[in-house]
């Protein structure tokens, strides 16, 4: 049985750190005007709070293409930061604040984080992390499914292009993404479970909702997942990017995946679904070494530089980005592999600083301006 082509409209969620410009540390109790503001500016898009108060999560509204998505985002940004500076503080595009310590924070006081806080007790007093989503649609939810099985192996790969914290309370991690550690202490968490129809993933939800331990599918916190909102595969596992060109060429790159799969399939073809230890295997890998790593290629099997796995991505999905009108934006990916990530940028200015003379304190500042200062370059 043939099945409609999806939409592929997307949308991109983003979560921002605020940070006190006087003191370059995270905001403890930023004012509550700063949410109701953008609100009032952003009507057409969707400005949330997050678990700490020191947070804030921004939506898209839904977007056709890359070109819409652009706009939504520029214009997303944009406001925040404005907003934010004239209350004294920063925003900054990055997973993880690199010198903040969780026990100084507090949460949002909002009945859903009330409970998620009881419930889980230090897992989530320290979730001082910031993570980027994008929701792509594909309205047949048995595509969804079958999109989902064969999509997650591509997930380390994105997660290496995003990397952005390689810090973690003052100290270098020695990984490109400490988030993911810091996420990953949560139940329901990871590589999703491959399923065999989207009834099989039902069952999974009503499972688990009818024994109590969740009250819906917006709990199930997988790297990609079908949305409980909407018709939509969610990609959820990469960091947040500080530039918002390495957003869009993600946003795009994963756009470009699922419609490669879909055409694959319309062509009696499909991708090998590999089991989710090997996948876990390179995700962990793109989690330590970003874009500097060699990700495992099981087809051979052998590890192979990051940078070649994602030309070979950009080749397989080139007359998708045609079709979905985002040939520049995944082209940029080489741009993103040949300087680094924000990871190898923040990780760089902080050595830089200890060379010319800093003390460690003085030099995570430094990571700290360099970051606030690209997550607002070129919107103007």
């Not at 973690?168 to 202490?185: H, I, N």
């Not at 909407?230 to 959820?236: A, D, I, K, S, V």
């Not at 087809?299 to 979905?324: H, K, Q, R, S, Y």
Request: charged letters at 25%; proline letters at 5%.
């Amino acid at each position: 049985m043939s099945i409609a082509e999806p939409s592929f409209t997307i949308g991109i969620e983003e979560e921002y750190l605020l940070v006190d410009l006087e003191t370059r540390a995270l905001a403890i109790e930023p004012s509550e005007d700063i949410l109701s503001e953008c609100e009032r500016l952003l009507p057409d898009h969707l400005v949330t709070p997050e678990f700490l108060r020191s947070q804030l999560e921004v939506g898209t509204r839904v977007c056709k293409n890359i070109t819409e998505a652009r706009a939504a985002l520029y214009e997303l940004r944009r406001t925040v930061a404005d907003v934010a500076n004239q209350h004294g503080l920063g925003v900054m595009a990055a997973s993880v604040h690199p010198f903040a310590d969780w026990h100084q924070l507090k949460h949002t006081p909002k009945e859903r984080y009330d409970v998620i806080a009881r419930d889980m007790q230090a897992t989530v007093r320290r979730l001082m992390i910031c993570g980027m989503h994008v929701h792509c649609a594909i309205e047949d939810p048995e595509l969804r499914i079958d999109l989902m099985n064969q999509a997650s192996y591509f997930l380390p790969h994105l997660l290496a292009l995003s990397t952005s914290s390689p810090f973690w309370r003052g100290e270098e991690s020695g990984l490109k993404s400490y988030r993911m550690t810091v996420f990953d202490a949560l139940p329901r968490t990871g590589i999703p479970d491959r399923f065999e129809s989207y009834g099989e993933f039902s069952r999974l939800i009503d499972t688990l909702v009818e024994a109590g331990a969740l009250e819906d599918g917006s709990k199930l916190w997988w790297d990609m997942r079908p949305s409980s909102k909407f018709p939509t595969l969610e990609m959820r596992l990469c960091d947040v990017c500080p530039l918002v060109e390495d957003s869009l060429t993600i946003a795009a790159l994963y756009s470009c995946i699922l419609r490669m799969l879909y055409r694959l399939r319309r062509n009696n073809q499909r991708w090998r679904v590999y089991p989710q230890t090997l996948v876990a295997e390179n995700r962990w890998i793109a989690q330590r070494f970003g874009v500097e790593g060699k990700l495992i290629d099981f087809g051979i099997p052998a590890p192979v530089p990051a940078a070649d796995l994602i030309e070979e991505i950009i080749g397989l999905t080139a007359e998708d980005a045609a079709f979905l009108g985002c040939e520049k934006e995944v082209a940029h990916a080489r741009e993103i592999v040949r300087r680094g990530t924000s990871a190898d940028r923040q990780l760089s200015a902080y050595h830089e600083a200890i060379k010319g003379g800093a003390s460690k304190e003085d030099a995570l500042v430094k990571v700290v301006d360099q970051v606030l200062k690209e997550t607002v370059s070129g919107l103007q």
